[in-house]
DNA sequence: CCCGCTAGTCGAAGCGTTTCGACGCTTTCA
DNA sequence: TGAAAGCGTCGAAACGCTTCGACTAGCGGG
């Protein structure tokens, strides 16, 4: 509940006892950065030639020591740094971007698709986000709407240093363009055609295995996978096909029972494909999952239809844990923030110049709860 | 599958087999030609010195053909667009933003907080991103970690040239940093004290009314508001404090008989919080629901209950159409594409140094469907 | 004693745009 | 028939930063 107030700790300008924040000039005494009119939005920004003045060193050494690529004395940077602090100092990004060749910004690309979990989709996003400022760099939204266009332009302006893609297609357009582009790029999700891509995902095979071999475990027979919406499958979403690939292996492979349906996400839907399941499957015992938006819908619908769980259905789902826990539901974790912070990671490697592997699979990991 | 091709057809660099109109330099000559592999990200990018030579004209020539901000004979512009469109050139955002001290990027400031409604926010996320690249701006991502000092530091690294922030509460601590502040900057939601700040939003108030005005309309006399978690309220956020002093407004008005509750958004909860409701007011017949996540629930809760909307209970919802539409709930719809587009255009507007109302409030409406 | 190092600093050359002032020409109109 | 007023174009000066090469001391090794 104190939520809304926790950020305000690390910020200078609001100790104020009071909920009302004094004017302008009781904060500048207190915060150091603020002497400078810089603290007032006054017009003209302070450059590096003037934090150079002011520290009585020339323009380049302020650079260095700014950006540590040659050695400075421990003297010269103190004074540099007082002086930066005193003064308010931030690099004009343009000006920076232009003599560096770095913009240290990068795109993050994410297509507003139908049948896409937004809640999740905004998990990566905010991941990458974070990441991408432990490096350093800031993130440019790019939407569907401008296509293969809006990653060329921002590539080729320079806007960006490399991009994240998320929600990838096994046939995915946009592909074929990145392989051609001179920014490096890394793909959240699997197309069909990984060659010449970087790409990092949760293990989706895996975790339909995963979810089979627990309900295997606890003695089921016969388990149905509930999935993403039908659009999803057509469309070759990559992570839906794969986990139904994992998940159909895993039946074979362990002897069991089953089948797997689309799922759509309102509640009359879900709760008509239940309630059809059920009658047709009599010896059904164990459910997977793969539908964020539909888990709660199917819980619904079995308590409506009189089913007890885990005693009469047991489920898994493949669900972030925001969603998994409160239903107090058997889950396989989708790690957003692993994996977004595992894209950026990749990403900044070949912005390094590094060499970075092909293709990085989490591993999924199956937190046991109430409901198998 | 052609898509990947069909864009490239637009990067005309097949056009050279005929030799270029004679290019003095012999040496730069192959520049100019490597560039026909612009379109296969070939290193280096081409600059508007190497337009204004494939042109024939200077370079500020071709700076003010692309600007339009002096006048160019017809002719002149076509060769040098012809240039442009051969070469494949992209300007350099760095350096422009440098040169005309504008980035053409604004920013999106997005705090992810508890009980907000994830997808609503994506919508108007998005059509900001949308209504920006009409400006020919983009969109920087900026979200809550980072607290002021992100804002701080995207303004004063003229990272961007404008703010369009969301989620805005009742005392936000970035209001009296953006009063501050040289950018320009547009709140979605509206604070306690506006004052000094552009504010665009549903006119929320208006819709708590509108929802008690059409209950009223459809011989109801007893209707309660259930709105966001209680954690929202607590926080202060605008929209929803304003909701339910809209609806308390219009309940005296009309001489209704009501209250207005919090509603947390697991099923469970939902739930209880209905059942409880049903059993302490029996002679409840309408109910208002303003809280995106729960609205389902509370229809199934309804169901459960064995209560038929709108027979037995009327339901009128504030919310996106995309919630209200499958469920054929009369709604209020939440105009996020059209508040987004307000946001961007009112920001493009101070940017260009011109005035613009304090405070824009959009009119509630009103579309009837099955459930009241 | 000279040489070559290294650490620490400086000056200046870009980076790719935009934009300001200037320059010839034409038109226009007192 | 000039003066004034465009029009279309050019050249060059910013814009604020990074980075390269050069320079100076101080220092250890041959």
Known sequence: MTDGHSVDGQVPDRDMPDGHPADARAEDGGAVDARAEAGHATGRAVTIVEVARHAGVAVSTVSYVLSGKRAISADTRRRVLDSVRTLGYHPNAGARALASKRANVIALVLPLRAGMHVPVLMRFATSVVTAARHFDHDVLLLTADEGLDGLRRAAASALVDGLVLMDVELDDPRVPLLRRLAEPSVLIGFPADAAGVTCVDLDFAAAGALCVAHLADRGHHEVVLLGAPAVVYERGTAFARRTLEGFTAALAEHGLDGMALPCEE???????????????????????????????????????????????????????????????????????????????????????????????????????????
């Open 266 to 372: 309102s509640f009359e839907e879900v709760h008509a494909t239940v309630s059809g399941l059920l009658a047709a499957r009599p010896g059904l015992s164990g459910l997977v999952v793969h539908n964020e938006a539909a888990v709660n819908h199917v819980l619904s619908s079995l308590r409506q239809l009189g089913r007890k769980v885990p005693q009469d259905l047991a489920v898994v789902a493949i669900c972030p844990d925001d969603v998994a826990e409160p239903a107090r539901l058997t889950s396989v974790l989708i790690p957003a923030e692993e994996v977004g912070r595992e894209a950026v990671g990749l990403l900044m490697e070949k912005l390094a110049g590094r060499a970075v592997p092909p293709a990085t699979l989490l591993v999924p990991r199956l937190t046991v709860r109430a409901s198998t």
